[in-house]
């Protein structure tokens, strides 16, 4: 079985198991996340005094060590490697990423000019969707669900992650080009993974952060974009964290640190915008004019509408 080798600034190494049943488990989870419908747990989280198990029931179960550098994977017999693949890169990693200190976000992100914008959202929000109309018209992509900051000299860089972008079908219909290329089926969703290629283009390299859009939920008449602050800003980060280990003390605090710092930085605006199709153009040009002028040296007081 193949599978993708991170890059080596991703202090990462990864075994790949023999497949087996999973085995009971007599200690209950510490925290679990459930499935949309809320009837059943979707990933269970478990700690010893090696690391972590991250039981996704019936599919694979994950061992992450406590510093986030190893992960081991035993499949359930019978999943697929296009399974295995997908909760490894959208679900895992994030997370492992998370116990080595590292600042990892649930957000997308895509390239205008020589810098990067990311958006902010739950499930369903759209995030995806715009990463990908973006992409389909000439603004590279880096990210789909697993945004990683770094803070430096003069700001926050994006890091890129793998150059692939998960759709439902609806929205693949709407706005994947014509030359798509679409990854092997996964076990557990009807989900598309439209992977990059020449014309749907991906950018593997860091860019540095010029504006966070959190996503709104609501369905309006046109599309604005208005600063966000202070709690408003910092609940945002929270809501929408990566994080293993929920309860201890020490990587909460250095958490809780790093998006303080973070939501101290002009780069927050909420953006809302009519859920249509048909609209994603405007949405688009909205968020590049606001962006760029975020990044003119005179712009001064940023400003509060994309239109």
Known sequence: MTFPHPRPSDQLVF????????????????????????????????KSDD??????????????SL??????????PGVSQPTIEHLYLNQVKPL?????????LHGSAVEIDDF??????????????????FAAHGSRFLTDDCLQLSKVA????????????????????????????????????PKLRLLADDVFSWCGEERPLQGIYVLGGDDVAETSITPVQGQDAMLALVKNSFL????????????????????RN??????????????LAEVRNSIINHARRLNTPDAGVKPSAGQ
Not at 67 to 76: A, K, L, S
Not at 154 to 178: C, E, K, M, T
Request: charged share 20%; proline share 7%.
């Open 67 to 76: 510093d986030g550098c190893h992960i081991t994977t035993v499949p359930v």
């Open 266 to 279: 002009q780069l927050f605006f909420r953006l809302d915008f009519p859920r249509s199709y048909l609209g």
């Open 96 to 104: 492992a990423f998370s116990r080595q200190g590292k600042l990892v």
């Open 116 to 133: 990067a914008v990311s958006f902010l959202g739950s499930s369903g929000k759209g995030k995806s969707t715009l990463a990908a109309n």
């Open 244 to 263: 293993l280990d929920i309860d201890e003390r020490e990587m909460l605090k250095h958490h809780f640190a790093e998006l303080a710092d973070l939501s």
């Open 51 to 64: 690391g972590y198990l991250l039981r996704f029931p019936e599919l694979a179960d994950f061992t992450v």
């Open 154 to 189: 003069n700001g926050y860089h994006i890091h890129p992650s793998h150059p692939s972008i998960r759709l439902w079908q609806d929205s693949f219909d709407a706005v994947a080009p014509s030359s798509a290329v679409i990854a092997l089926p996964v076990d557990y969703t």
């Open 15 to 46: 075994i790949l198991r023999a497949s087996k049943d999973q085995a009971a488990l007599t200690e209950p989870p510490f925290h679990q996340w459930m499935m949309h419908q809320g009837t059943a747990p979707w990933c269970q989280f478990f």
